[in-house]
């Protein structure tokens, strides 16, 4: 499939010249430098609204003008961003009610970003009509090309107004019934019964904050407030410039907003991505991060997504903001393109004097020029880039989905139960992820409420929530010749919190699965049991479920405790389909063994013909094949048969070695 916004990868990044204005020998510099650096696209506006509205209806957009004008003139595009992530002092001293209050109830002060209430209405007006006058102004510039809404939404606000808008919104959730409340968030237990909406508030640590129903409606209300809030953005962009396409950065796996649910709501799903290379985890970061990309793609059916923040050099928030060796930045780029980015975007261009983010890398550093590593490294990517402009538009075609499910993060991260202490629903999802993208086998990333069944097999690890009818649409998944591997602690809970009751799994997966789930048994850090499956014994930590198999075939039993000789692994055949019970955690290589005999059971290939050593990933996209060494040396391999370089322009076969760092992309 193909789904094409710009004729080639978009290179680029947030350009800030409202920071320059006063010396404008450097705006001019700029633009020399970008050529040189083989940029594309300059994305404008993030933080401008001080500077386009100084007073209140006071506007001044000659400097955006000139900037715009300038940029197309050399043949760069424009992202045209909306500046509500960070109003103007004006706007909070006048109308103090855009300032956001946390838990305190103590309404912040004007300061840093996203410090602005999202219920608001006032707040809500002042941004649309900010939006209205930027897309009249600019609706037929011939270098804008998309509309960037915001930056980086998250948080939350608990003033009185988002207390109200909190109960409005449990009243349509709850079919205005309190008696339906009280008994989903099963409100007599500590004689938590509710009389009236009023007596509802947000969870507080000096308030409610152990009713987990509560906990998971405030983050879907939460949610559900920025996704509001960005459709009020938009309604001015919509209107008037209906064929610039619109989107937002979303924040990597960031908890605070279901993704899942906001991509339907973006013309394309945009995101930034800031790797943690500085710690060393160079093969698994690439997992971690590989696991990231393929769930912003799949967040529209495989649309190709915008890389819209990465940084060239290196960050200013971690604890330690270490350089990353030469190479590294420019390998996650064309690991992102590989599994279906059509944008390199930058955060940012220049260096700023001052502020937080002063020492954040830039491609141009405070020196000025461009006689330093980042911008060398930066021109040659965006030489290579344009060298791949076949790519885009290209979508990735899985047969494999890891359901990694936003709703179910929340349940998991809240409940009080078994090990309170090692829990990472992330961290399970992309370890199962993990065998697959070592072999070259593109994985789909989806919600629970996606569709199974274009997939041979669906891998959905510690899958403890389960929102209404999941549970049927896997056991009609399987019934029709899907292969459903589950894990420990599935269907436990409904979506209110409530826990299924007649045994688990839930309802009539033990059925499916063959199985009965008696008890959990939570290990503490140090103490392990073991697994025997397929003439090896794994190690068993942190937590695993007690089993019965009814039909299922058992696979592996405990070896030790009192449970010991129960079984730990089962293949159960349910329909034309098969499902697959794992009772335990293994955090060694037990995912990584039964995955490729899964791989082999179900007759998966990789993606090409490639096949390369441990730390060198290949991913095929459209007819490209990426391939990309994250090892910590040197690695060659040999072709299966001749290909043609894109990036050098010439054919190749036989013997190939990559540098650390190193990238080739063939066809």
Same mark, same amino acid.
């Given at each position: 499939m193909e789904k094409k916004?710009?004729? *080639?990868?978009?290179?680029g990044g947030d350009y800030n010249p409202e920071q320059w204005l006063g010396t404008p020998e450097v705006l001019d510099e700029d633009i020399r430098l970008m050529k040189a650096a083989h940029v594309n696209c300059a994305t404008l506006g993030v933080f $401008?609204?001080?500077?386009?509205?100084?007073?209140? *209806?006071?506007?001044? @957009? +000659?400097?955006?003008? %000139?900037? #715009? /004008? &300038?940029? =197309?003139?050399?043949?760069?595009?424009?992202v045209l961003a909306t500046p509500s992530a960070a109003r103007p002092h004006w706007l909070a001293e006048k109308y103090p009610e855009v300032l956001r209050t946390p838990e305190s109830g103590i309404r912040n002060e004007f300061g840093v970003r996203r410090n602005h209430c999202l219920t608001s209405p006032v707040y809500r007006e002042k941004v649309r009509e900010i939006n209205r006058r930027l897309a009249e102004r600019y609706k037929n510039h011939p270098a804008l090309k998309m509309w960037h809404v915001s930056n980086e939404y998250r948080g939350e606000c608990h003033c009185e107004l988002c207390q109200q808008a909190f109960r409005e919104w449990l009243k349509e959730y709850y079919h205005d019934s309190l008696d339906e409340l009280n008994f989903k968030w099963w409100n007599d237990f500590w004689s938590h019964r509710v009389t009236d909406?009023?007596?509802?508030?947000?969870?507080?640590?000096? +308030?409610e904050y152990h009713t987990h129903g509560l906990?998971?409606?405030? /983050?879907?209300?939460?949610?559900?407030? =920025?996704?509001?809030? @960005?459709? /009020?953005?938009?309604?001015?962009? &919509?209107?008037?410039?209906?064929?610039?396409?619109?989107t937002t950065n979303l924040m990597n796996m960031h908890p605070c907003i279901d993704y899942q649910k906001?991509?339907? !709501?973006?013309?394309?799903? $945009?995101?930034?991505?800031?790797? =943690?290379?500085?710690? *060393?985890?160079?093969?698994? %970061?690439?997992?971690?991060?590989? @696991?990231? =990309?393929?769930?912003? &793609? $799949? #967040?529209?059916? +495989?649309?190709?997504?915008? #890389? #819209? %923040?990465?940084?060239?050099s290196l960050v200013n928030w971690h604890g330690v903001n270490k350089l990353p060796r030469s190479g590294r930045n420019a390998l996650a780029a064309i690991q992102a393109v590989a599994h279906g980015a059509d944008s390199v975007q930058y955060f940012q261009w220049r260096k700023s &004097? +001052? *502020?937080? %983010?002063? @020492?954040?890398?830039?491609?141009?550093? !405070?020196c000025g020029h461009e006689n330093t590593r980042v911008f060398r490294e930066v021109s040659q990517l965006g030489k290579h880039l344009e060298n791949l402009s076949e790519v885009t538009g290209k979508y990735c075609d899985a047969r494999i989905a890891v359901v990694y499910d936003w709703e179910n993060n929340w349940a998991v991260k809240d409940f009080a139960g078994y090990n309170n202490e090692n829990r990472n629903y992330l961290d399970e999802c992309v370890k199962w992820y993990t065998p697959f993208f070592e072999k070259g086998i593109s994985v789909d990333v989806i919600s629970m409420d996606s569709d199974f069944s274009k997939y041979d097999l669906v891998i959905a690890p510690f899958l403890y929530m389960l929102k209404d009818g999941t549970d049927e649409r896997i056991e009609e998944y399987v019934k029709n010749r899907g292969n459903f591997v589950a894990t420990y602690l599935t269907g436990v809970v409904d979506k209110d919190d409530l826990c299924f009751l007649g045994g688990l799994p839930a309802n009539n997966l033990k059925n499916v699965f063959g199985i009965w789930a008696e008890e959990t048994d939570s290990l503490p850090e140090g103490i392990t049991n073991s697994a025997a499956c397929f003439g090896k014994e794994y190690e068993v930590s942190h937590v695993c479920d007690i089993i019965h198999a009814r039909d299922a075939e058992i696979l592996g039993e405990y070896k030790k405790d009192f449970y010991a000789d129960t079984p730990a692994l089962t293949k159960n055949r349910f329909g034309k389909g098969t499902a697959y019970y794992v009772a335990f955690r293994n955090d060694k290589d037990f995912a990584r063994d039964f995955c490729e005999r899964l791989i082999e059971e179900i007759k998966l290939k990789p993606d090409c013909g490639v096949s390369t050593p441990d730390g060198v990933y290949v991913r095929k996209r459209g007819e490209c094949i990426f391939i990309t060494n994250f090892a910590d040396e040197e690695k060659a391999f040999t072709l299966d048969r001749e290909y043609f370089d894109l990036i050098n322009g010439e054919p190749v076969s036989g013997k190939i070695t990559l540098p650390v760092c190193g990238y080739r992309v063939i066809k």
């Open positions: 916004l710009f004729d *080639g990868i978009i290179h $401008s609204w001080a500077v386009l509205e100084p007073e209140e *209806g006071v506007y001044n @957009f +000659g400097w955006l003008d %000139e900037i #715009m /004008n &300038r940029l =197309h003139a050399n043949g760069i595009d424009v909406w009023s007596q509802i508030n947000s969870p507080k640590s000096r +308030g906990q998971l409606c405030w /983050n879907r209300f939460v949610s559900d407030s =920025h996704i509001s809030f @960005f459709e /009020n953005e938009i309604i001015p962009l &919509r209107e008037i410039t209906p064929d610039i396409p619109v906001f991509a339907k !709501h973006l013309d394309l799903v $945009s995101w930034d991505s800031y790797p =943690h290379w500085d710690k *060393g985890f160079n093969e698994s %970061e690439a997992a971690k991060t590989a @696991f990231a =990309h393929d769930a912003f &793609r $799949s #967040m529209k059916d +495989g649309q190709p997504f915008f #890389m #819209m %923040e990465c940084t060239p &004097r +001052g *502020g937080y %983010e002063k @020492f954040q890398g830039a491609v141009v550093d !405070h």
